[in-house]
């Protein structure tokens, strides 16, 4: 990863596709113009899976109906299996920071339907705020795909999910179209494939909907993944309080906005995705613990000032071809 200019694209340049999913805005590029619609089927098709069985707001979803079943034992598919997996790791490698287990959380701060179905003033009372059941109190066994979750406990599997499905969709993408893609869903971004000369240039932006303007600081990327989470873009009001979608599962409450915005670089998103969303989580704690890891990150606290981590390069601003990457 690096923000020196990027050398001119490719001549046709890079094909883009941008739709509504999962709630948020699926990006697609792609290097080689006539590879786009064979890209995008691949994408539409992830897409389409992972919110029939991960979403929290259909009622025929496999989560709603594991999250019905919580205290008995269930047996779940494949696809469900592998996204309980990448959330169980990003619960352990985050020290329990970002767990799957705070549903329950979510739904009572009123998040219980789709964000662009929320009451953006509600003025319910707050909640009463109770810590997660945690992720080590899930009983799960990945040889036989057997899942157990305790009483009263649900799942919210959407950040991984998310996370995953980008990796998944833009491997399966470039094996597909044999030439450089970049899939990016609310702000999880995946590449695979032969890049362009200098890279995926990506455009860092609080929110990922907004287009890419030259003054927003860019980074090019080769190879690997972004994931960038914040507190601006989804929070609500709520009995007079501004809320948002990251809780603190050791409260049950929204996270304190110590950061608006974390950007990490990763081999994969899931990893990103784990990263950023933990230090949104950590506020003060975030800095250390990211130094342990040794993730390139850049963090953007409320008045602006920009922390810099494991080699992330000084800003540069971005291109007018800039791919957007901001926060979901």
């Known amino acids: 990863m690096t923000s020196r200019a990027a050398s001119p694209s490719l001549t046709p340049g890079p094909a883009e596709a941008v739709f509504p999913a999962l709630g948020t805005t699926a990006t697609l590029l792609v290097t080689a113009p006539s590879a786009l619609a064979a890209a995008e089927a691949v994408l539409r098709a992830e897409l389409a899976a992972v919110d029939l069985t991960c979403s929290r707001f259909r009622p025929d979803s496999e989560l709603t109906r594991v999250n019905l079943a ?4 269930v047996t779940v598919s494949e696809r469900f299996a592998e996204a309980l997996d990448a959330a169980l790791r990003t ?3 985050t020290g329990g920071a970002v767990d799957p ?3 329950r959380a979510v739904i009572a701060l009123g998040y219980d339907r789709t964000f662009s179905s929320l009451r953006p003033d509600d003025v319910r009372p707050l909640p009463v705020f109770r810590p997660a059941p945690g992720w080590r109190s899930i009983v799960w066994n990945a ?3 057997r899942l157990r979750l305790p009483p009263d406990t649900y799942l919210d599997l959407g950040s991984s999910a998310k996370a995953l499905t980008a990796d998944r969709a833009a491997r399966r993408a470039a094996a597909a179209v044999g030439c450089g893609v970049v899939v990016n869903l609310g702000g999880d971004l995946a590449v695979a494939g032969t890049p362009p000369d200098g890279g995926w240039r990506i455009a860092l932006a609080d929110d990922h909907a907004v287009p890419a303007r030259s003054r927003c600081p860019a980074v ?3 190879n690997g993944a972004l994931a960038t989470s914040g507190v601006r873009v989804r929070t609500w009001r709520r009995a007079g309080r501004t809320v948002h979608h990251i809780v603190d599962p050791v409260t049950g409450e929204p996270a304190v906005p110590v950061w608006h915005t974390v950007t990490v670089a990763a081999a994969d998103c899931v990893d990103a995705n784990a990263a950023s969303t933990a230090a949104i989580v950590l506020g003060h704690s975030a800095e250390g613990w990211l130094r342990r ?4 990150a850049r963090l953007v ?4 000032q920009v922390t810099r981590l494991g080699g992330w390069p000084p800003d540069a601003s971005a291109p007018e071809t800039a791919a957007p990457g901001g926060t979901r």
């Open 70 to 73: 919580a205290g008995t034992t």
């Open 91 to 93: 619960a352990e490698l």
């Open 101 to 103: 287990t705070v549903g």
């Open 143 to 145: 040889r036989t795909r």
């Open 220 to 222: 090019a990327v080769t």
């Open 293 to 296: 890891t040794g993730l390139p």
């Open 301 to 304: 606290a409320p008045d602006g």
